[in-house]
């Protein structure tokens, strides 16, 4: 994987890919530069807005770090400054490397932004886009996710977890099925390689649980008993 080159302009640093982006700058982090370059292809809104743009053949999504939870209504995108390298892009970032060293499913990463001053920061992350991927949630909106697709999203989780991979918000949004069938994770903020075994369980439970509430929220969801010894019967042939 091509070695990141870092940039330092006063209070903002930027790591990115040479091969991809020949100039960096602060103002490619932001939904506008993109939005006057007419080079937007899709916004998702939830907690903030993740922007899909154009950059030359690349697909990429920008997004800016915000806070969940009740915290988050109070300070929405400020974080205690110990320094980029501890910062959630870095480590996210990082962590993307990594993986995609290693060979798994994950989306490549491109580009960050850290934004300070001597208390706070602020950051935004650009990685590329799966092509071709939708989110498991949507599709199960729209239909049945067969029995071989829920057994390779189990064969998958169960991969990640053979490498240590703990996935601090494994829900069924940030799994991803793309057109020739290949499962993808996606969102690594606050994820980490953690050692034992103990947390797995937990973390198969937590992916149930997003299952089961999105199943009470849509009139119809095509997630049922059977779904969930489909993807169980992937996950443990497939955990070592």
């Known amino acids: 994987m091509t070695e990141m080159q870092q940039l330092r302009l006063q209070n903002q640093q930027m790591i990115y890919d040479p091969n991809l982006f020949s100039k960096i700058e602060p103002q490619m982090f932001t939904h506008e530069f993109w939005e006057k370059q007419e080079k937007v292809t899709g916004i998702s809104r939830g907690r903030g807005i ?17 806070r969940g939870g009740l915290i988050g209504r109070l300070i929405k995108d400020t974080y205690i400054n110990l320094g980029l390298e501890k910062s959630r892009a870095y480590l996210e970032l990082k962590l993307l490397q990594k993986l995609v060293s290693l060979g798994l499913p994950v989306p490549k990463p491109a580009a960050l932004l850290f934004e300070s001053t001597s208390l706070f920061y602020r950051a935004d992350i650009i990685i590329h886009k799966i092509p071709g991927a939708r989110d498991a949630h949507h599709t199960l909106i729209e239909r049945k996710v067969t029995p071989d697709e829920w057994q390779r999203i189990g064969q998958t989780v169960a991969t990640f ?22 499962v993808w994770l996606i969102d690594f903020d606050k994820c980490a390689i953690k050692p034992g075994n103990n947390w797995k369980s937990g ?18 969801y095509h997630f049922e008993p059977d779904s969930w010894k489909q993807f169980m019967s992937g996950y443990e042939t497939n955990l070592k």
């Open 50 to 66: 993740t922007v899909f743009f154009q950059y030359q053949e690349h697909e990429l999504v920008l997004r800016h770090y915000l």
């Open 203 to 220: 973390n198969v439970e937590r992916l149930k649980r997003s299952l089961n509430k999105e199943q009470g929220r849509e009139p119809q």
């Open 161 to 182: 977890h053979n490498h240590q991979v703990f996935h601090h918000d494994l829900n069924i949004h940030n799994i991803m099925l793309d057109e020739p069938g290949k």
